[in-house]
């Protein structure tokens, strides 16, 4: 069964078309990569599905229900999340004070953020698991602004989770981590994909390679190719899109395969 399908997925901001005629499906339960050069719309594919922008042209489904048209924050309530390539978390609140806020939002309860905590209520349990599934414990009480770039990272990914998503889309959630990093972020959403459907965009092509299930190729726009990591190594198309680009680290013995 597909979480998300596209059909003919197009957007066009004048002459620029981020996304072009996209149609694909992303299986649930498994983890699908979405990789391509910078600019090639990958982010924009994103914005797509969670309603950050309109398509020109196609469809989105969500569970089998077409939501193109759905706004942002019913994607939100029906399961659909994301993070975003730039960090998004309150700087000046602690761990747990930004994770409480995200839980009392699904609860109705914004307006208490600054209140009292019950200690004992179904949002701090709820807070509690979030914090211990983002392996955050240690760090409850630390302020966002203080913690390292990769626990940000997780912190950011717990605001997703507290909006108990059945799907949720990470847009580089490596970015700006070293090796060891990116490879304990790598392992963390291997583990979310245990339980969710995730979605990940990612240019650490050497995590991307050993933690997906499936993984789409877009270049200019375009769907390039799609497959398992094994398929997509050896795909000359795939290996011509990344030339000169640099920015890749297609391990050398595998794309000796290529
Ligand atoms: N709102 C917009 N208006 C005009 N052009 C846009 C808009 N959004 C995206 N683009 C353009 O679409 C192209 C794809 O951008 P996008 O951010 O989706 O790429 P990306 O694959 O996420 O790149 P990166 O790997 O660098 O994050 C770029 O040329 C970008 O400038
Ligand atoms: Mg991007």
Not at 67 to 71: G, I
Not at 244 to 250: E, H, K, S, V, W
């Given at each position: 069964m597909s979480s998300l399908k596209t059909e003919n997925l197009s957007v066009q901001f004048g002459a620029v078309k981020?996304?072009?005629?996209v149609s694909v499906e992303i299986a649930a339960g498994r983890l699908t990569s979405i990789i391509g050069p910078n600019g090639a719309g990958k982010t924009s594919f994103f914005n797509l599905l969670t309603g950050l922008y309109q398509p020109t042209r196609g469809k989105v489904f969500f569970d089998g229900q077409d939501?193109?048209?759905?706004?942002v924050h019913q994607k939100v309530r029906a399961g659909l999340t994301r993070t975003f390539q730039i960090l998004n978390v309150f700087?000046?609140?602690t761990v747990e004070e930004n994770i409480r806020a995200a839980v009392q939002r699904r609860h109705g309860r914004?307006?208490?953020?600054?209140?009292?905590?019950?200690?004992?209520?179904p949002v701090e349990d709820e807070l509690s698991a979030v914090i211990e599934r983002v392996r955050l414990q240690e760090k409850r009480k630390v302020r966002a602004c203080d913690l390292s770039h990769g626990h940000r990272r997780h912190l950011e990914i717990g605001l997703s989770l507290a909006t108990r998503p059945k799907t949720l889309l990470l847009d580089?959630?490596?970015?700006?981590?070293g090796m060891y990093e990116s490879s304990v972020m790598g392992e963390f959403v291997r583990e979310l994909a245990q339980e969710l459907t995730v979605v990940l965009v990612e240019h650490h092509m050497s995590v991307v390679l050993s933690i997906s299930d499936t993984i789409l190729v877009l270049s200019q726009g375009r769907l390039l190719a799609s497959g398992t990591p094994a398929e997509i190594q050896a795909s000359p198309l795939v290996q011509a899109a990344y030339l000169?680009?640099?920015?890749?680290?297609?391990p050398q013995e595998r794309a000796a395969h290529a």
């Open positions: 981020p996304v072009d005629d939501v193109t048209r759905m706004p700087d000046t609140l914004s307006a208490y953020l600054f209140c009292a905590p019950d200690r004992h209520g580089e959630p490596m970015s700006g981590l000169g680009t640099g920015r890749y680290d297609l």
